[in-house]
């Protein structure tokens, strides 16, 4: 080769490398300085959360920062701003939605509230309808050997060990979902304690968050709690097969979620939905199944990068979630979802 031609090659290569090095690395400083956003709310969603911020990081370089403080807590941070969004298991109340001056919130997450019990010497799955529950969570039933458990069970010898019902003590989504259950399932149920992210149990023993839960569940031989079915499965709680509408007795697997998020078929314009006791036209459907919410304020300077994080959590990160037993979003939802997001604005 010429001489010339060689120094002129050399020249050409060097200027190359030097212009990939420079776009690597402003690439690399761009994804450095990316601003991180910063969420906080349900403890419920946080295991299919906390698997998403990686995976989001590692593609984007948007560190998301999440706080599973209950959904109350995080109904309270998006609301005084404190958070760039809120996650909440329980759809926002009229007053809530005033106070958060200029909110919306978006179903980015489908699971289920499991009943979990801690009782040495019998099966997991013991059977237990929604009536029976109530009484339990009323006060009403406090041995394990009553008579109403034992005709669900009647193959299973019961001790005569007390019930302890566990509950949420801090405003809880979960709370929303067990409590709009059982006030649909039993009128007395409905009368005297109501539906509500935070109410006042008769009987029983609190905890704080789904781990606080969790934990005096763990100490506590008779004990039930409801909580989500991830928390049951990384615990290895027991839980009960519960009796649906079509008397059924069904887990909280992604069956059983899937066919009752199928009685989802128009989404109202402020996106609250409620699936508890589906009908017997869904004969696998599980009755305690719930959508959770992620709560985004309608103006804000980081409006492109909540749109896109959220977008991609309803879409892309949707296959992180069977795992941990999160059904996918069904598509009228996910359709309303995205028209919602639109509105996101600078």
Sequence with gaps: ?????????????????????????????????????????????????????????????????????????????????????????????PDQFRSCNGCVQIPWALSATSIAYNLDGVPTHLHMSGSVLARIYLGQITQWNDAAIRKLNPKVKLPSETITPIFRSDSSGTTYNFTEYLSTVSPAFKSKVGKGTQVNFPTGVGGRGSSGVAGVLSRTNGGIIYVDVAYSLKSHFKFFAMQNRAGKYTLPGLRGIQAAAATVKKVPANNELSIVDPPKSQPTAYPICTFTYVILPLKTDKAPQLRKFVFWALTGGQKYGPKLLFQRIPKPVLVKAEKTLKQIHG
Excluded: C, Q
């Design 1 to 93: 080769m010429n001489p010339k031609r060689t120094f002129r090659f050399i020249l050409l290569a060097a200027a190359a490398v030097a212009l990939v090095g420079s776009a690597l690395a402003h690439a690399t400083l761009g994804k450095r300085n990316a601003e991180p956003l910063t969420g906080a709310g349900s403890s419920f969603v946080f295991p299919l959360v906390s698997t998403w911020t990686p995976v989001y990081d590692a593609a984007t370089g948007v560190h998301v920062n999440y706080n599973p403080i209950g959904s109350g807590g995080g109904i309270a941070a998006i609301s005084n701003r404190t958070v760039d969004f809120g996650a909440s298991d329980a759809p926002l109340a």
